[in-house]
């Protein structure tokens, strides 16, 4: 889905624009997709701390400035983990000016471009072990079947109750919503009640999929005259 996502995302920008992203397999995808622009008057920020290994190529600072080199923007960094050990650790980390500031100019920003994530034991925030077997456990409890940027929502697109959203250090699903274009990207038919659940909360503006996935949407009735929801399949 790298490059039709983005050829969506181009078409979105004109390069004056703030952008943020989260992070993960399906951002990389997207990143190594664009080709070169000079948009000196773009800022792109990081809506997530860093998550998993420095070294690994989704972790969320190095797709930042990846992107901001791509396109020739000034980037925005989040100097922090992407969760912490605890909710007093989280709540010391946003007395930072940096951290607040940039949070704060991602709640802020033009475009977001999101991937819609499914917390299974295969996943990356598993695999990269970002959480255990508990919290994964714990998540699925709480009712949660997807995440944008670790951020748990249910088959409704609500978020979830769980102890983790008290230790995250990065924007909420409130936040990310109100962003006027959030463009997510997910694939694949086992991610249907996954993408299901964040059109029914709106938590998208623009979805890039694939024809099987947007299908099987269509005929579980999801996009209708009323979904202001913009599908973008390939």
């Not at 004056?16 to 990143?31: C, D, P, Y």
């Not at 919503?177 to 909360?201: D, H, Q, S, T, Y």
Request: glycine share 10%; net charge negative; aromatic share 4%.
């Amino acid at each position: 889905m790298g490059p039709h996502a983005a050829d969506c995302l181009l078409r979105c920008l004109q390069g004056n624009e703030f952008l943020t992203l989260s992070w993960g397999t399906t951002i990389l995808a997207v990143i190594e997709a664009l080709p070169i622009q000079n948009w000196p008057e773009m800022t792109v920020i990081q809506m997530l701390g860093g998550l998993g290994h420095p070294d690994a190529e989704t972790y969320g600072a190095d797709l930042l400035r990846r992107i901001a080199q791509t396109f020739g923007a000034r980037p925005r960094l989040l100097p922090s983990p992407g969760i912490v050990s605890s909710r007093i650790v989280r709540d010391a980390l946003y007395q930072d000016v940096q951290i607040a500031d940039t949070l704060a100019l991602a709640a802020r920003a033009d475009i977001a471009l999101v991937g819609i994530g499914r917390p299974t034991p295969g996943s990356v925030v598993m695999q990269s072990g970002i959480l255990t077997d508990d919290e994964l456990a714990g998540i699925h409890a709480s009712g949660a079947v997807g995440d944008i940027a670790l951020r748990f929502f249910d088959a409704q697109g609500q978020a979830v109750e769980h102890e983790i959203n008290e230790r995250i250090i990065g924007l909420d699903l409130g936040q990310i919503k109100n962003i006027p274009r959030v463009i997510g990207v997910a694939a694949g038919v086992e991610k249907f009640e996954v993408v299901r659940g964040a059109l029914r909360g709106k938590l998208v503006d623009v979805l890039v999929t694939d024809d099987q996935l947007a299908g099987r949407l269509l005929a579980d009735g999801e996009s209708n005259p009323e979904d202001q929801t913009e599908p973008y399949t390939e």
